[in-house]
């Protein structure tokens, strides 16, 4: 089976299996994990952050921020289509206690300097004011586009500008920066904190980071307590966060295979493909996106329903170019046998 569902069911190398075997490890709630120690720091210093935060998932990553930049019943700024506020079970109402005030984006999922402005809130007797920004890089729902830095400067700058933090939400950050050429410190210097995962593309068997200024992560370490996120020995887990932050440079591997796989598929009848600027492959069929997926595993293909007439493919370090081909061919026989077929 080629499982390109995301890019989180990849599997952990023998080098992270032996870095998690061997690592040297404390409790971290008393902050005697020298190996957790370790990849935090390693994380502040690649972001250019003052200092960083080991969270068990992304999701967990950007609630604490969230928690941590806002006070109760404050209004969040965000994409409709955003991570944060699509995907994370209302999260933002149930733990930070904030009401989400959605953007709608470009077709990038892009917010605009001006849309922050005009979406803003002042605080008074009567309204509760806007206590947060995020942003998403890249931003998944739209097909991993990888936002510009100085599209997130600008739209920072903005919300600075009122006296609104900004949160980036960089679950496929390093995906980001190589889609653009530059170092992921770049993407995020304008915002006050940024959350990315060592299990998307990375291929760390779990965990993410949260990075930021030193006294914004000292309150964060007591809200991820709070939510549940007070690890023990969890060097065994962090090891293999270290090794997945050396795999950076191969992800441009990834959105090669990808726009392979969107050039084959997009030959097909009943299917429309637009170039993948990342990693993500978003394709739209003429038939329900969940028939069509049936019959892709039935093929020996998985991927995932992202609307309607959306399935989204994801190509990752355990999917090679034999792979793509064959999942191509796959999807080929599905759509062949649906044509064949088409009152079943």
Not at 29 to 41: G, I, K
Not at 52 to 57: F, T
Not at 93 to 120: K, L
Not at 292 to 311: A, I, K, R, S
Request: charged content about 30%; some cysteine.
């Amino acid at each position: 089976m080629i499982d390109l569902r995301s890019d989180t069911v990849t599997l952990p190398n023998d080098e992270m299996r032996e870095a998690a075997r061997d690592a040297e490890v404390g409790d971290d709630v008393y902050r005697e994990d020298p190996t957790v120690n370790e990849l935090e720091a390693r994380a502040a210093e690649i972001l250019g952050m003052e200092a960083a935060l080991y969270v068990p998932s992304g999701t967990m990553g950007n609630q604490v921020a969230a928690r941590t930049h806002t006070e109760r019943g404050q209004e969040v700024l965000c994409e409709r289509e955003s991570h944060i506020y699509k995907w994370e079970l209302a999260g933002l109402a149930q733990h930070a206690e904030v009401q989400p005030r959605t953007i709608d984006g470009d077709e990038r999922g892009v917010i605009t300097p001006a849309q922050v402005r005009a979406g803003y809130v002042e605080e008074s007797g009567h309204r509760p004011g806007t206590g947060l920004l995020t942003l998403e890089n890249t931003h998944n729902s739209k097909g991993g586009t990888a936002i510009a830095p100085e599209q997130i400067a600008a739209t920072a700058e903005a919300a600075h500008d009122l006296g609104v933090p900004v949160h980036l939400d960089g679950a496929r950050l390093f995906n980001a920066a190589a889609a653009r050429g530059c170092p992921a410190a770049e993407i995020v210097e304008s915002v006050d904190s940024a959350m990315c995962c060592l299990s998307k593309g990375l291929g760390a068997p779990v965990g993410s980071m949260l990075a930021g200024p030193e006294a914004f992560v000292e309150r964060a370490r007591r809200h991820r307590k709070l939510l549940g996120g007070g690890m023990r020995q969890a060097g065994m887990i962090a090891a293999p966060g270290l090794v997945a932050l050396e795999n950076r440079d191969r992800l441009a591997e990834d959105h090669r295979r990808a726009e392979r796989l969107a050039d084959g598929l997009g030959r097909f009848d009943g299917l429309a493909v637009d170039p993948p600027e990342t990693n993500i492959v978003l394709v739209e069929t003429d038939r329900p996106a969940e028939a069509f997926l049936d019959d892709c595993e039935d093929e020996g293909v998985l991927g995932v329903p992202f609307d309607e007439h959306v399935v989204r493919f994801c190509t990752h370090w355990n999917i090679d170019d034999e792979d793509v081909d064959a999942a191509v061919e796959a999807v080929d026989r599905a759509a062949t046998n649906d044509r064949m077929n088409p009152g079943e």
